[in-house]
């Protein structure tokens, strides 16, 4: 078993660059699976998730070629079989796009339940209204699921509620049904947009991606291209937090500011000086940190994945800031470890109360997902003593060499494997 090891590192100092965004990627590879002709995929991170992906698409016939520039050739012409391996579908979220990238062509998938973070409720709902409403059928078995079509055909569909991954799945099957598909209350995600640019590139004819409202007129053809991944936000948005947690300034590169707009404002307004250039973002912290209020909502909203780094962040803000997660309520398993950490947060139906400004000390804890993950490894770097983190599997989902970029900019940070123990913490003690 892996472990975080990390100490206080304060101030941290440095540049950072933002690798291709992971939600992004793992639509990107399934967009690719419609192409007619090899394709070329920029800036693919290298994390578990896409080491899934790429594994299931071995097994059903895709050809991935990897280089070290992180760039993947994919050539879907091969594919021989639409049964995925319903472990591997259930290792991560979006196997689901397999359903939309494969049903329109070969008119049956089968699949394991969507993995990913547990945050107590992720319904797939949405996109099976969508699916069948575009001629599909869903048969549920107890550990995975069919769905089939005579023929893919489009529809005008209302989603009930703003999903990201329920768009992208029904504009990859949208594309090459037969006929015009409406997708209405759509999300408007920089990943939603990125995926409409990428199958556009292969002759796609979509409109309005970024809007509530996007059209999708069906082809019988997609051609191959060469598209580069939109920068990871969440990881962007992590440093930022980094920064004002240890009191440093850290700059990332290779980032779209747009796209974390309203976090960028929420940070400013914590008391962080944020200055952006057309691709870059420093924060730096130059006084006290402010209490706060944040609502997730979707894009533009405040993101759900940035609501648990920050909540570290306001641990350490003097007051009482109040967070409530509207887009997974449930998603508070990184309180009760910060509270181990001596964090004074509460939380009731659905909202963390956090008394800010408490020192933090550093002990074992553990991550239940990707981003308390990210949330503890924060903490880590303010507490006074040693922070041992496990559950290091799940930040590996969505971090690349996580451990390496925080020691680029000064942190005190080690991965340790198992037997390494407490010694090994002694040993970065030094
Ligand atoms: C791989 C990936 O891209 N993951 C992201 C994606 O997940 P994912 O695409 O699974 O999340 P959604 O955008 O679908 O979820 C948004 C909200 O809609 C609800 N919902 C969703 C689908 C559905 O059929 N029914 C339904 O009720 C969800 O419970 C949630 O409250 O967006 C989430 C919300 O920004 C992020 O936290 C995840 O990092
Ligand atoms: C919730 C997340 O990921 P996933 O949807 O892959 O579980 C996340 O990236 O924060």
Same mark, same amino acid.
């Given at each position: 078993?892996?472990?975080?090891?990390?100490?206080?590192?304060?101030?941290?100092?440095?540049?950072?660059?933002?690798?291709?965004? &992971?939600?992004?990627?793992?639509?990107?590879?399934?967009?690719?699976?419609?192409?007619?002709?090899?394709?070329?995929?920029?800036?693919?991170?290298?994390?578990?998730?896409?080491?899934?992906?790429?594994?299931?698409?071995?097994?059903?016939?895709?050809?991935?070629?990897?280089?070290?520039?992180?760039?993947?050739?994919?050539?879907?012409?091969?594919?021989?079989?639409?049964?995925?391996?319903?472990?591997?579908?259930?290792?991560?979220?979006?196997?689901?796009?397999?359903?939309?990238?494969?049903?329109?062509?070969?008119?049956?998938?089968?699949?394991?339940?969507?993995?990913?973070?547990?945050?107590?409720?992720?319904?797939?709902?949405?996109?099976? &209204? $969508?699916?069948?409403?575009?001629?599909?059928?869903?048969?549920?078995?107890?550990?995975?699921?069919?769905?089939?079509?005579?023929?893919?055909?489009?529809?005008?569909?209302?989603?009930? =509620?703003?999903?990201?991954?329920?768009?992208?799945?029904?504009?990859?099957?949208?594309?090459?049904?037969?006929?015009?598909?409406?997708?209405?209350?759509?999300?408007?995600?920089?990943?939603?947009?990125? =995926?409409?640019?990428?199958?556009?590139?292969?002759?796609? &004819?979509?409109?309005?991606?970024? =809007?509530?409202?996007?059209?999708?007129?069906?082809?019988?053809?997609?051609?191959?291209?060469?598209?580069?991944?939109?920068?990871?936000?969440?990881?962007?948005?992590?440093?930022?937090?980094?920064?004002?947690?240890?009191?440093?300034?850290?700059?990332?590169?290779?980032?779209?500011?747009?796209?974390?707009?309203?976090?960028?404002?929420?940070?400013?307004?914590?008391?962080?000086?944020?200055?952006?250039?057309?691709?870059?973002?420093?924060?730096?912290?130059?006084?006290?940190?402010?209490?706060?209020?944040?609502?997730?909502?979707?894009?533009?909203?405040?993101?759900?994945?940035?609501?648990?780094?920050?909540?570290?962040?306001?641990?350490?803000?003097?007051?009482?800031?109040?967070?409530?997660?509207?887009?997974?309520?449930?998603?508070?398993?990184?309180?009760?470890?910060?509270?181990?950490?001596?964090?004074?947060?509460?939380?009731?139906?659905?909202?963390?109360?956090?008394?800010?400004?408490?020192?933090?000390?550093?002990?074992?804890?553990?991550?239940?997902?990707?981003?308390?993950?990210?949330?503890?490894?924060?903490?880590?770097?303010?507490?006074?003593?040693? =922070?041992?983190?496990?559950?290091?599997?799940?930040?590996?989902?969505?971090?690349?060499?996580?451990? $390496?970029?925080?020691?680029?900019?000064?942190?005190?940070?080690?991965?340790?494997?198992?037997?390494?123990?407490?010694?090994?913490?002694?040993?970065?003690?030094?």
């Amino acid at each position: 078993m892996k472990r975080i090891v990390v100490q206080s590192s304060y101030p941290l100092r440095g540049s950072i660059a933002i690798p291709g965004s &992971k939600n992004s990627s793992l639509a990107l590879l399934a967009a690719a699976c419609l192409a007619d002709e090899p394709v070329i995929l920029r800036g693919m991170p290298r994390i578990s998730d896409l080491d899934v992906f790429f594994r299931i698409g071995e097994e059903i016939g895709i050809d991935f070629r990897r280089d070290a520039d992180n760039d993947v050739l994919i050539d879907s012409r091969g594919i021989h079989s639409t049964e995925i391996d319903p472990v591997k579908a259930s290792s991560f979220r979006t196997a689901y796009y397999f359903v939309g990238a494969l049903l329109a062509k070969y008119g049956n998938v089968s699949l394991g339940y969507p993995g990913g973070d547990d945050f107590v409720s992720r319904p797939i709902d949405q996109h099976i &209204k $969508a699916l069948e409403a575009m001629g599909a059928r869903f048969t549920f078995h107890s550990d995975y699921y069919d769905v089939e079509t005579s023929s893919l055909h489009g529809a005008d569909i209302y989603y009930d =509620t703003i999903s990201s991954g329920a768009t992208i799945n029904a504009m990859l099957a949208a594309v090459r049904a037969k006929g015009k598909t409406v997708l209405r209350q759509a999300a408007r995600d920089p990943e939603v947009v990125d =995926t409409a640019n990428m199958l556009v590139c292969m002759g796609a &004819k979509i409109r309005g991606a970024g =809007t509530d409202t996007i059209a999708i007129e069906g082809v019988p053809f997609l051609r191959g291209c060469d598209y580069t991944a939109i920068p990871d936000r969440l990881i962007a948005g992590s440093f930022l937090i980094a920064a004002g947690a240890t009191g440093g300034s850290i700059t990332i590169n290779d980032v779209i500011p747009e796209h974390l707009g309203v976090s960028l404002s929420k940070l400013t307004e914590i008391g962080l000086g944020i200055e952006t250039t057309d691709n870059s973002i420093t924060a730096y912290r130059y006084g006290r940190l402010r209490a706060t209020r944040v609502r997730t909502a979707m894009y533009p909203g405040f993101p759900t994945d940035l609501q648990q780094p920050l909540t570290a962040l306001l641990t350490q803000a003097s007051g009482r800031s109040i967070v409530a997660d509207r887009i997974y309520p449930k998603r508070y398993q990184h309180v009760a470890q910060l509270n181990r950490m001596g964090a004074d947060i509460n939380v009731r139906s659905g909202v963390a109360l956090i008394k800010g400004g408490r020192p933090l000390r550093g002990t074992l804890v553990h991550a239940t997902d990707v981003r308390a993950g990210i949330c503890l490894l924060i903490a880590g770097l303010a507490a006074e003593g040693v =922070t041992s983190i496990t559950g290091v599997g799940h930040i590996e989902r969505g971090y690349e060499n996580i451990v $390496a970029s925080f020691q680029s900019i000064g942190a005190n940070i080690e991965m340790l494997e198992d037997n390494a123990g407490w010694n090994g913490i002694s040993a970065i003690r030094g």
